[in-house]
């Protein structure tokens, strides 16, 4: 399927070549780019090749250009001129820049997203635990950035409260269930949103979690499995590991959709007894097959643990992830 064109026009050199340059950088981007110094050039491409949107400087900016396409203009002054037309921030980070081109996609252009030829295979790792306070997020966030380093990974937290956000230090305007309400809705423009939504630690992928698990009640098994499926189609991604809690309907056939499942474990009676009565379930409601795919881990003491999640890619727990991960031909 063809992208759509975005239309970029501003007159200074420095600032158009920079965000060109990111542009450029970026990988699969849902849309072609093509760049202008003239906004005259720009018109007149407009008119020829009518790109879906159109982003311009604020000093340029003409309402002529609304009749040739939906714009975006990049604010300088801090004044929002006309109310009718969509104004961002001109000098932020391109990233943030990008992700407002990319959600403008999903609510006012019409254009589907391509959908990529060679598909990639995804595979899904489900960490869970009816062990409480068992390092299940420190040991999903620590495998996420490892794996992250030479593939394409994903990170979804299902955690009841993840605190990811605090820990961040960051506001998310839109998360997780927004994202299941696209794929509901206008699947053929999932990979705009999912874009536009993304957030890194180091070069791991997450999308931002729900603000509460009450948020989950509404969100049916066959929903989550089919978002899965759409994310790894459309995003690319080779691993999309659900660090998962039992705030999900249907977490068995959830874990049972996985290719990789993770058990934490720890050395006491209350903790064992826990594992045990969750194995006893799985085979009670004939899901032996999540224990045969299940790979047990029982974590060493660890001497200490950063605070800083980007930080967990140095800690001692990730060398231990290192050898699971060499181990299991992750």
């Given at each position: ?45 407009c008119r020829k090749d009518a790109p879906e ?163 989950f009640n509404e969100i049916q098994t066959i ?108």
């Amino acid at each position: 399927m063809k992208k759509g064109i975005v239309a970029f026009c501003d007159l200074e050199e420095s600032y158009r070549k920079e965000f060109i340059s990111y542009l450029e950088r970026e990988k699969e981007l849902p849309f072609d780019i093509v760049s202008f110094s003239d906004v005259e050039q720009l018109k007149e491409f407009c008119r020829k090749d009518a790109p879906e949107c159109i982003v311009v400087s604020e000093g340029i900016y003409e309402e002529e250009l609304k009749t040739l396409g939906e714009v975006i203009v990049l604010n300088e002054s801090g004044l929002v001129m006309d109310t009718n037309t969509y104004y961002v921030d001109k000098y932020q980070p391109a990233e943030h820049i990008l992700k407002e081109v990319l959600v403008y996609f999903t609510e006012k252009v019409s254009v589907q997203a391509p959908v990529q030829l060679l598909q990639k295979q995804t595979k899904l790792i489900g960490i869970y635990s009816p062990v409480k306070r068992c390092l299940q997020t420190s040991t999903a966030l620590a495998m996420g950035q490892i794996l992250a380093k030479r593939k394409k990974v994903l990170y979804i937290s299902f955690e009841y409260y993840s605190g990811l956000g605090k820990l961040m230090e960051q506001e998310f305007t839109r998360n997780l269930v927004d994202l299941v309400y696209y794929m509901k809705h206008a699947k053929s423009r999932l990979l705009y949103r999912l874009k536009s939504m993304i957030q890194k630690i180091n070069e791991l992928d997450f999308i931002p979690p729900a603000v509460s698990f009450q948020d989950f009640n509404e969100i049916q098994t066959i929903e989550w499995l089919t978002l899965f499926d759409e994310i790894g189609r459309q995003g690319g991604y080779d691993y999309i590991i659900l660090d998962l809690s039992e705030s999900l309907i249907g977490i068995f056939d959830i874990l049972q959709h996985c290719d990789y499942i993770y058990t934490i474990e720890k050395n006491d009676g209350i903790a064992y007894a826990k594992i045990r009565q969750y194995e006893d379930l799985l085979v009670k409601r004939e899901y032996s097959s999540i224990l045969e795919k299940t790979k047990k881990i029982h974590l060493p003491y660890f001497r200490h643990l950063p605070l800083e999640v980007e930080q967990l890619l140095y800690s001692e727990l990730a060398e231990y992830i290192k050898t699971l991960i060499r181990e299991e031909q992750l």
